[in-house]
């Protein structure tokens, strides 16, 4: 169990940082800012949501208009009152068995009250069709990439000269012009497109479906056909115009068409305006960067083109990720793997903020360019009329409010309100939005808007009533990057306003709703369950601060904002107290230290996260002398104080103070065993110096501060020491213990300032064995002949050089 625990505290969590690190995530999930939901325009078009590497649901459009088409057309067909969406659960949420038993007379069928089935037992030729269809039907996965092809198919379950003779008989058999002829005509057309029999394929597309513009048959027969063009321009053409008619066959038509392409190298052979507002919308949906050009050209051809929703949808969820993602999440935009803008000019690994001046130049460049793009896009929306006009008002209302124009955001939404309660959710987050960043709000009014509204927002995003996903939800059992979709905007929300109070100075309450955005994640580094719940507290922050937050938790709520709080429930009062008594410690006020830390018990720490793993042995040992064991937190405090005061004194005495509290600070060191003392996470790779909250590459309890960075991995306050009782002491023997534990410091302080990747160099090996013997020379050449030295020679060989 302590292996468990410690690979969970130091390990480098490397797969970890691959996934989540890089900017290599999915709409929804992860750290993706998607503040306006997509999936008010539906889900046909989903698979095109903007993401980054790879499509978010991976698997076909179930939900679009075609499939649909195709319900209401059953459904007429059968009559009897029975419904497109019943008959679409009979017709593709159903097994080939399904229909063998409905063949056979038997009763125990998938969704057996659905009344179709009896329907469907009154018309045998149709039953026999499905029968035919469920046998053909090839299951595959949509390709996970962009770049991927379509999945090869499944071995049919007959073999095709079967299939295709019994398909020519039924279709011959059929009336002529009957809806039954038509679905074998297009099965048989199918069936000619995957052996590349276009001659086939052609009599029955002019025969049926040609200039058909009522049966969906015909929109599918289309996209087929234009499998067999070997001209490029017309089948992108013709695919293009499949994109816009047929969402199920969409994700076919990204993969079979180039990633990239010149819209008025098409432009010659389209035929009208409806085609050509169609390749241009092909166009904006393939590419990752900005579209606005694209988009506007297909809404100039065709504004009643249903993918416009679809575009203009992406370039707000684009533009949130550019202008919000490093705002809320302290990470970097996605970006397209191996995709990279014609404005960047050096590597991804570049965008990672925590490289300082060179990030943030390069964030500031872009973030720039970004808002002169949304400036773009707002005008814009503003002579936009959506398809779906319900959704116009919003998309104005959401782009100013990432434009900062908040009062211009608010003054929008009633009328979205009003138009359709469907979207009066996304209204309610935008109006919360905007109304928290109001320059106007001081912070009463801040808390009593967040008071009134957050709570119901929370809970319209919450997972439903009675899952275990709502149990969890309500536990608050969740920390970085651990939740999905509806729960990361929830999320976003908290550290939105977070982030607020922040801006106005309230930390105490930053702290709280940065807890509550706990699912939302917080940089690059990684940590346990915990640490993160203190994170936020772990840094330079005033003893105010701590105490306001230990107040707020150990008192009864005193108004409406402290009630919404504690209804979620606190982090325990003391892992605060714990937080606040390191954070003094690092600073070298012991007493302030002492004075957090005392009302905490050694049953607490016993109990809690993996202090008793960690703190062993008491920071006090010396070296190679036998173990002392941990006498507690409090007790060590109260040691370090009274060797404070004997540090005053003068000559051996004095000079002995200085070196236990020189030990002891080594102890409590990245360096010593008792290292959690001083930090909650420990790293096999230490970053050089330290990095300002929240950022690292590591765990995130590595240093964010000079204070922290000092205490923990510079040696600073250990030499000082060693300094005060080398000056104090005449004694041969302190004087050699001395000299080891510089050495000591002198060895690991240098290595430890090496980069990660160093470790990984050629010459590793030379240049530590090099640092090693500068630092311990002093000890050899100085002081053999003193007992500690032997004992440290016969302990450790390699002082023998």
């Known amino acids: 169990m302590k292996m468990l625990r410690l690979l969970s505290i130091v390990s480098l969590f490397l797969c970890y940082g691959h996934i989540n690190a890089c900017g290599f995530s999915i709409l929804g999930d992860e750290y993706r ?24 649901p991976g698997t076909n459009a179930t939900a679009g208009r075609d499939r649909m088409r195709n319900g209401e057309q059953w459904a007429q067909e059968l009559g009897g009152g029975v419904t497109a969406e019943q008959v679409l659960q009979l017709v593709y949420d159903t097994g080939l068995d399904d229909w063998q038993k409905l063949k056979a007379g038997k009763k125990n069928l998938t969704h057996k009250t659905n009344p179709g089935w009896e329907r469907f037992r009154q018309r045998p030729a149709l039953v026999d069709y499905l029968l035919y269809a469920k046998a053909y039907e090839k299951p595959s ?7 991927m092809d379509e999945d090869e198919a499944d071995d049919q379950q007959k073999s095709d000269a079967e299939l295709a003779l019994t398909a020519e008989t039924a279709y011959a058999d059929a009336e002529t012009g009957s809806f039954l002829q038509e679905r074998w005509a297009y099965q048989l057309l199918v069936q000619a497109y995957y052996a590349d029999d276009l001659p086939a394929a052609d009599r029955l597309f002019t025969q049926h479906f040609e200039g058909n513009d009522e049966s969906v048959l015909a929109d599918w027969a289309r996209y087929h056909m234009a499998g067999f063009y070997k001209d490029d321009v017309r089948r992108t053409i013709m695919l293009a115009n499949a994109f816009r008619e047929v969402p199920e066959k969409a994700h076919a038509v990204f993969t079979r068409t180039a990633n990239e392409f010149n819209v008025l190298d098409y432009l010659d052979q389209a035929s009208n305006d409806y085609e050509r507002s169609n390749l241009y919308a092909l166009a904006a949906a393939k590419r990752p960067d900005r579209a606005l050009d694209l988009l506007k050209e297909a809404y100039r051809y065709d504004p009643t083109n249903p993918v416009l929703d679809l575009l203009m949808t ?56 970004d808002r002169a793009y949304l400036k773009e896009v707002r005008a814009f929306a ?20 990432l434009d900062e124009d908040y009062d211009a955001a608010i003054t929008l939404l009633p009328a979205a309100a009003e138009v359709n309660p469907k979207y009066a959710l996304q209204g309610d987050i935008i109006y919360y939005l905007a109304a928290i960043q109001r320059p106007g709000n001081d912070l009463q009014e801040l808390k009593e808007l967040v008071s009134n509204r957050l709570p119901e927002l929370e809970e319209a995003l919450a997972p439903p009533p009675g899952t275990e996903e709502r149990a969890r939800y309500d536990s608050g059992d969740y920390y970085y990057g651990e939740n999905q979709e509806e729960g990361n ?57 701590y105490d306001g937050i230990i107040a707020t938790i150990s008192r009864a709520p005193k108004d409406r904002f402290e009630r919404m709080l504690a209804k979620k429930g606190f982090v325990d009062v003391n892992a605060v107290r714990d937080v606040a008594g390191t954070s003094a410690l690092r600073r070298r006020d012991v007493a302030k230290a002492l004075e957090y830390i005392s009302p905490i018990g050694n049953k607490w720490y016993a109990e809690t996260y993996a202090f008793s793993d960690y703190l062993q042995q008491s920071v006090f040992t010396r070296p190679f002398e036998t173990t002392a064991p941990f006498p507690g937190k409090a007790a060590t405090l109260r040691k370090l104080l009274d060797l404070e005061q004997a540090t005053q004194q003068t000559g051996e005495a004095g000079a002995a103070a200085c070196y236990e509290l020189a030990n002891a600070w080594y102890n409590m060191s990245y360096y010593g065993e008792s290292w959690m003392m001083l930090s909650y996470g420990w790293s096999g790779y230490l970053e050089p110096g330290y990095q300002a909250w929240p950022f690292t590459n590591g765990h995130m309890a590595l240093p964010h501060n000079r204070a922290d960075y000092r205490a923990t991995q510079s040696g600073a306050y250990v030499l000082g020491y060693l300094d005060c009782a080398y000056d104090l002491s005449d004694e041969p023997e302190l004087l050699a213990q001395i000299a080891y534990l510089r050495g000591m410091v002198d060895w690991q302080v240098p290595l430890t300032a090496k980069t990660s990747n160093y470790t990984w160099s050629n010459d590793y090996t030379f240049t530590a064995d090099s640092i090693y013997r500068v630092a311990f020379s002093p000890f050899i050449r100085q002081y053999q002949g003193t007992e500690f030295y032997d004992v440290a020679t016969g302990r450790c060989s390699a002082l023998s050089f």
């Open 489 to 545: 905007r929830s999320s976003a929300l908290s550290r939105a306003t977070s982030l607020r109070c922040e801006a106005l100075k309230d930390t105490v309450s930053a702290y709280f709703m940065s807890v509550r955005s706990l699912p939302y994640i917080n940089g690059y580094g990684y940590s346990s369950k915990y640490y993160s719940y203190i994170d936020y507290l772990d840094r330079d922050l005033s003893y105010q601060v």
């Open 314 to 369: 992406r370039e707000i969820n684009k533009l949130e990720d550019w202008l919000m993602s490093f705002r809320l999440t302290n990470m970097a935009p996605a970006v397209h793997a191996g995709y990279f803008g014609p404005e960047q000019d050096f590597s991804y690994r570049d965008l990672y903020p925590e490289l300082g001046d060179r990030a943030t130049a390069f964030r500031e460049k872009n973030y720039r360019r």
């Open 382 to 401: 503003k002579q936009f009329t959506s398809p779906t006009p319900d959704m116009t008002v919003l998309y104005r209302a959401h782009l100013a409010f």
């Open 33 to 56: 800012v998607a503040l306006f939901n997509p999936y008010l325009i539906g889900q046909e078009y989903e698979l095109f949501f903007y993401s980054s590497e790879k499509f978010h």
């Open 141 to 147: 996965d949509v390709g996970t990439y962009w770049w």
